[in-house]
């Protein structure tokens, strides 16, 4: 069975750009969650889609945005990018709705010049 | 509010000795749920195991042991014989009834287990 798949790996951009992040999750689940490890604020909460439909929002500015396609495939964006969005961007990957196990994808590494 | 506490940065232990990783935790919800995930230097959370806030249980897997206590809202890990490949960063979280999907993670406690 797949795990979740992150794509880029990696990814250098400069500020004022934006960038688009995307996850596949595991085959059979539908939701998917975004976090940002970073070494100065650990790993925060970005939001969590469930059936295209964004269900909880983490205290992020309006720039990071994000949506799901009916394959529940997702992507997050980041427009007008700062230095301090350089950071380790992870999804995770649950089968249900409620608090069940979830499985991350090795993260995309952004970084911002 | 939600909080997630692992007072442990960092801990280095001698192969086969054992080692607890503690947590603490602060939530409102009744029902809530607890995880320990493992980050080695790939990057990528490997998941570890899920207690619900009813089940008081301990639980063993392996070399791996937890121990969730209600009355001090803790919910310790204990790697028993340690051994090189359990080097990693490692994470407990939590997450609440009411907000589905969403994790509250500590702040990581970093082991390092010198061969």
């Known amino acids: 069975k797949a795990g979740v798949t992150q794509t880029p790996r990696y990814l250098i951009k400069t500020r004022g750009q934006q960038v688009t992040l995307s996850c596949s999750p595991i085959?059979?689940?539908?939701?998917v969650s975004w976090y940002q490890q970073t070494p100065g604020q650990g790993l925060q909460f970005l939001f969590e889609?469930?059936?295209?439909?964004?269900?909880n929002k983490g205290n992020f500015p309006g720039r990071f945005s994000g949506r799901q396609f009916s394959n529940s495939r997702s992507e997050m964006n980041v427009s007008t990018l700062e230095l301090g969005d350089s950071a380790l961007y992870l999804c995770?990957?649950?089968?249900?709705?409620?608090?069940?196990?979830?499985?991350f994808g090795q993260g995309t590494r952004l970084t911002v010049v | 509010a939600q909080k997630v506490t692992q007072a442990q940065t960092e801990i280095s232990v001698v192969e086969k000795e054992d080692v607890t990783l503690d947590c603490v935790y602060e939530?409102?919800?009744?029902?809530?749920?607890l995880f320990w995930y493992k980050q080695p230097p790939s990057g990528e959370l490997v998941f570890l195991i899920r207690r619900n806030s009813f089940d008081e249980q301990n639980e063993i897997s392996g070399r791996y042991s937890w121990n969730f206590q209600k009355s001090t809202s803790s919910f310790n890990f204990t790697i028993t014989a340690s051994q090189v490949v359990d080097s990693a960063v490692y994470f407990c979280?939590?997450?609440?009834?009411?907000?589905?999907?969403?994790?509250?993670f500590g702040t990581g406690t970093s082991l390092t287990v010198i061969p």
């Open positions: 995770a990957s649950s089968l249900g709705v409620v608090s069940t196990e979830a499985f």
């Open positions: 979280a939590l997450s609440e009834r009411n907000t589905g999907n969403q994790f509250y």
């Open positions: 085959s059979g689940h539908r939701s």
């Open positions: 939530t409102r919800d009744t029902t809530y749920y």
């Open positions: 889609y469930f059936s295209e439909t964004q269900r």
